[in-house]
């Protein structure tokens, strides 16, 4: 991660360095924070957040599932991120993290006399899964580990804690000399890769796991459906048995992280990628981030940098 000039913390926007916390903050030690990845691109008219509100908006929901209220409002963290993009510069697109966690005042597992602490930081950050990954596609393997059921932890949630989940899967991929890690669910079903939705193609239909299935409900995953539909693919949300992954005719997996990345092996079955409608896809994504399709409009928040009070 290249170190950006500025974060914003509480309200205030601190030099990188100054951006710090105390070792006793109740979500070091539990894993009790929340938080968004989201991404800035470059347009013709200067940098623009791609789906802020509706990242926001599922930051607010992860907060309200832990009982966690937030202690700045959706405009205040709209022009937060706006502030942020613009004062590191990030004028050709950036991934931008909001976090939201218990900070320091209580030990043990009740948590709800700790103060609710707020940071967004920006950064650099190209193709998650390496340049060659958007082109050519990955290699993936189901992983030995389940994903977190709706009974352990509410997986529509963004918390920190979940993530050792998706850790351990990815390592265990990495190790296995794959690029990334599906997990089924604890009904055996497909549900996610370690920080990604899938997608599979068959017969001319997108296929992708429905909420129950344990997934975390992807603002990429929602974009691509809606411009499937747009461009008259059947899309069909239901439960995928791994098998059906090995006969595939396209697989892809969705992220803000990861964008829409194509998926060449599942366990060593090689499977066609980038195929047509996956390559369709990539395409009015790549064009819809950067304001050159019809629904950029509806979905790009253009950086206007807010003033700042005082001093
Ligand atoms: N499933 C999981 C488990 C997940 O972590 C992500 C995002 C998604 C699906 C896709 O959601 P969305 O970004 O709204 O389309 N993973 C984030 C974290 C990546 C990281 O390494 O950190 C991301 O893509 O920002």
């Known amino acids: 991660m290249k170190e950006a ?10 030099d990188w360095a ?3 916390i105390q070792v006793l903050s109740h979500g070091l030690h539990y894993g009790s924070s929340v938080f968004e990845g989201i991404r800035a691109y ?6 623009a957040v791609f789906r802020l509100d509706d990242h926001l908006a599922r ?3 992860s907060a309200a599932v832990y009982h966690m209220p937030l202690p700045f409002s959706r405009s205040e963290l709209r022009d937060a991120v706006h502030e942020v993009v613009a004062s590191n510069g990030l004028t050709e697109g950036c991934y931008i993290r909001p976090i939201a966690w218990r900070g320091y005042g209580v030990m043990g597992l009740y948590p709800l006399d700790a103060p609710v602490d707020v940071a967004i930081a920006a950064w650099e950050w190209g193709a998650y899964l390496g340049e060659e990954s958007l082109r050519s596609g990955i290699r993936a393997k189901i992983s030995s580990w389940r ?9 529509t949630a963004k918390a920190g804690g979940q993530y050792l989940n998706s850790i351990l899967a990815k390592i265990e991929s990495h190790k296995g000399g794959y690029d990334e890690a599906l997990l089924l669910n604890e009904n055996g079903f497909v549900a996610d890769g370690s920080g990604e939705n899938l997608f599979l193609v068959r017969a001319g239909t997108l296929t992708t796991p429905p909420p129950q299935a344990s997934i975390l409900e992807g603002i990429t995953r929602a974009t691509v459906m809606s411009l499937a539909e747009e461009e008259g693919i059947p899309v069909s ?21 990861a964008e829409v990345c194509p998926v060449r092996e599942v366990d060593d079955f090689p499977i066609d990628a980038p ?22 409009a509806e979905w790009l928040d253009y950086v206007t940098v807010p003033a700042r009070a005082g001093p």
Do not use: C
């Open 18 to 20: 100054d951006a710090q």
């Open 59 to 61: 930051l607010e929901r």
């Open 42 to 47: 470059g347009t013709d008219d200067g940098p």
């Open 147 to 155: 994903r977190i059921g709706h009974n352990t932890i509410p997986a």
């Open 275 to 296: 195929g047509p409608i996956t390559r369709r896809l990539q395409e009015r994504f790549f064009d819809a981030v950067v304001g050159r399709d019809p629904r950029s």
């Open 5 to 14: 000039q500025k974060i914003w913390m509480n309200g205030e926007l601190l």
């Open 237 to 257: 949300e239901r439960e995928i048995a791994r098998a059906e992954l090995y006969a595939a005719d396209e697989v892809f997996i969705t992220g803000t992280a």
